[in-house]
């Protein structure tokens, strides 16, 4: 096994010690989209959005609040505590890179959260009969993209936190405006030019409506694909830059 397994490995085990991370970063999308199905009207046909239920439009907003979620109130809160406790002291006398480091985070991050994904997708299909995604490899291009542009933002607060409280704070703050532009309040279908132009500026806008797109069988805007990337290229340049052992 290379460097980089072999770390990533180790981090999948460390990230299943805390049960509380776990539980908001993989388990509480798929039960929130439960609880957004219990709602009657969310089940039925709205003429304001095409036709479509709001459930329909959820699914792959709840999608994005997990990578949110994951990145902003769990894996930067988890990499704040490790050099909180001196575990990245203790792994710099080893030759491991940061960016070995930053690069098996992210792979754990995005690994975990696909199964999550694919846990969501199933639960809107059997439990609420959303529709599949039509063409899955823009689905999957668009999902990869948001989930390392969150990754990579979640890691630069990880790198800017002095400790776990600390990185959580920020986290939350971050949290509420990106997944409000990502449409958890106001679905982006429901959205006014100004709202919706901000939207498409934000990690988790553009995500949505790649979802969306793929879902109903299209590519994902060459913008919406370019915007993620730049967050990615951006924070992820960033938290190598800022990283810090202790």
């Known amino acids: 096994m290379s460097a980089l397994s072999r770390l990533t490995v180790t981090e999948t085990k460390l990230f299943f010690r805390e049960p509380m991370i ?11 989209l439960v609880i957004f199905g ?6 039925e046909p709205d ?3 095409g036709g479509l239920r709001v459930i329909d ?8 609040l997990g990578l949110a979620t994951f990145a902003l109130n769990g894996l930067s809160q988890l990499f704040a505590t490790y050099r909180e406790k001196g575990v990245l002291r203790r792994m710099r006398t080893t030759p491991v890179k940061p960016g070995t480091m930053l690069g098996a985070q992210l792979l754990m991050s995005t690994i975990l959260s696909v199964l999550t994904m694919v846990v969501v997708l199933a639960v ?4 609420f009969d959303v529709s599949l995604p039509r063409q899955l490899p823009a689905y999957l291009l668009g999902y990869v993209l948001a989930a390392l542009a969150m990754f990579a933002i979640g890691l630069l607060v990880a790198s800017l936190a002095p400790t776990g409280k600390s990185a959580g704070a920020i986290g939350t ?3 509420f405006p990106i997944v409000f532009f990502a449409g958890l309040w106001i679905p982006r279908d429901n959205m006014n030019g100004v709202l919706r132009t901000i939207s498409d500026l934000t990690p988790l806008g553009p995500a949505v409506q ?18 993620m990337l730049g967050w990615t290229i951006v924070a992820g340049g960033l938290a190598a830059r800022y990283f810090r052992w202790e």
Do not use: C, M, N
């Open 47 to 49: 003429p304001s959005i």
């Open 57 to 64: 439009l959820y699914v792959p907003i709840v999608v994005a």
């Open 22 to 32: 776990v539980f908001f970063a993989l388990a509480f999308p798929p039960i929130l």
């Open 210 to 227: 790649s979802l969306q797109d793929a879902t109903a069988g299209h590519w994902p805007q060459p913008l919406h694909l370019a915007v």
């Open 38 to 43: 219990a709602v009657p009207s969310f089940r």
């Open 173 to 175: 703050v971050l949290f």
């Open 124 to 127: 809107g299909r059997l439990a």
